[in-house]
Structure formats: structure tokens, C-alpha cells
């Protein structure tokens, strides 16, 4: 399993703390390209998809979710690590990809968001042309 280096990561969590946002651990994420798709699949344990918001603006995609705590008047808690409150995750989306066609799909706890690629910023094959072969000067012989 490849994890990528997050050099906020742990800014992150100082401020979701701070901020009585989810606590234990930063929105997972994994993305990966396929047939012209950019594929982005944050994992929500717990969330309904109703407290799921999912915005771009200036080309950086915005997921919000929020998972509510649960209500447990009158326990005694032995363990608390489920996170709960509000978590957002942001991520820079590139030129090449189109945010007007982004599409996505929650289920099973997953959110997977569908980026295409933008049809002019795909590889463009280019016709070579064969260039005429008669000569720039006929000669005759007399």
C-alpha cells in the first residue's frame, strides 16, 4: 500500500482539534487516473449523504461531512475514538481536468468523485503530411 507524505497532516489535526472538528485522523483518501477519468474515493464511515457537501470554486475541490455524535446520555464511557463533528477535506484540481463534467457516487461509506479530463487538453495525434516531390526547376535537354 502506497501512502502519500501530507506535509500539513499534522497542522491539520492541531486544527481540527482546536476546532472540535473530527478528531483521530484526517479524511482518507485514495485517487488514480482510468480511460481519462480522474478518480478521487474519500472514506466516510458513518456519514449519511445527506450531511455530505461537495463544492469547487477557482478549481479546488471541497468535501464537507459531518457525522453527528451519538446520543449517549448517561453513559459511561470507557473508549471514545470514532471521530464526530464536522471534517473537510480540499484538494488543487489541475487545468487539464474538466470541473463543469464531475460526477460522484457515495456508497458503503465511500465517496468516489469522477473528474474527466478536458477533451482539448487530452493527446492530439497530428496528421504529417507528405510534401510534394516535383522538383522546384524542370531541366530540359536539347
Do not use: C
Not at 503530411?129 to 522538383?135: G, L, N, R
Amino acid at each position: 500500500m502506497t501512502r502519500y507524505f501530507d506535509p500539513f497532516e499534522g497542522f491539520d489535526r492541531m486544527l481540527a482539534s482546536a476546532q472540535g472538528q473530527w478528531r483521530g485522523g484526517q479524511m482518507l483518501l485514495d485517487a488514480y487516473e482510468k480511460d481519462d477519468v480522474y478518480v478521487l474515493r474519500f472514506d466516510l464511515p458513518g456519514v449519511s449523504q445527506d450531511d455530505i457537501d461537495l463544492t469547487v470554486e477557482n478549481n479546488v475541490l471541497t468535501v464537507r461531512a459531518r457525522r453527528d455524535i451519538e446520543d449517549t446520555v448517561g453513559a459511561n464511557w470507557l473508549i471514545r475514538e470514532r471521530p464526530s463533528g464536522v471534517h473537510s477535506r480540499s484538494v488543487r484540481l489541475g487545468q487539464r481536468l474538466d470541473v463543469s463534467e464531475i460526477s460522484a457516487r457515495y456508497e458503503s461509506g465511500v465517496l468516489a468523485v469522477n473528474i474527466p479530463i478536458r477533451e482539448e487538453a487530452k493527446p492530439q495525434k497530428i496528421e504529417v503530411e507528405i510534401a510534394d516531390m516535383t522538383p522546384a526547376i524542370e531541366a530540359a535537354s536539347v
